[in-house]
C-alpha cells in the first residue's frame, strides 16, 4: 500500500489480522483504501474498511425477524 493505494493483485482482506485468519475479499492494483489505520491488535496490519463489492452471507434458515431497529437499540 501507497498512499493508501493497493500495489499488488489479489492482496487478501483477512477476517483477522492473522494469516491464519479467512480471507473474505481481494483488492487488486490501483484500488483504493478509506482511511486505512494501523491495527491496535497487531501493528503489522491496517484496520480497513470492506470494499463495496465485499459480501458476506448467512444461511436463511438460522435467520428469523425479530424486530426493527428499535428492537436492537432496546437490546443494547
Known amino acids: 500500500v501507497l498512499d493508501n493505494v493497493v500495489e499488488g493483485n489479489r492482496v487478501n482482506i483477512r477476517l483477522e489480522p492473522s494469516l491464519d ?8 492494483a490501483g484500488e483504493k483504501l478509506e482511511n486505512p489505520s494501523v491495527s491496535p491488535i497487531n ?12 459480501r458476506f452471507y ?3 434458515e438460522f435467520v428469523e425477524y425479530a424486530g426493527g431497529p428499535e428492537v436492537k437499540a432496546q437490546m443494547d
Do not use: C, D, L, S
Open 58 to 60: 448467512i444461511a436463511k
Open 21 to 28: 485468519a479467512p480471507i473474505v475479499a481481494h483488492m487488486n
Open 43 to 54: 501493528t503489522k496490519w491496517f484496520e480497513i474498511t470492506p470494499p463495496p463489492q465485499t
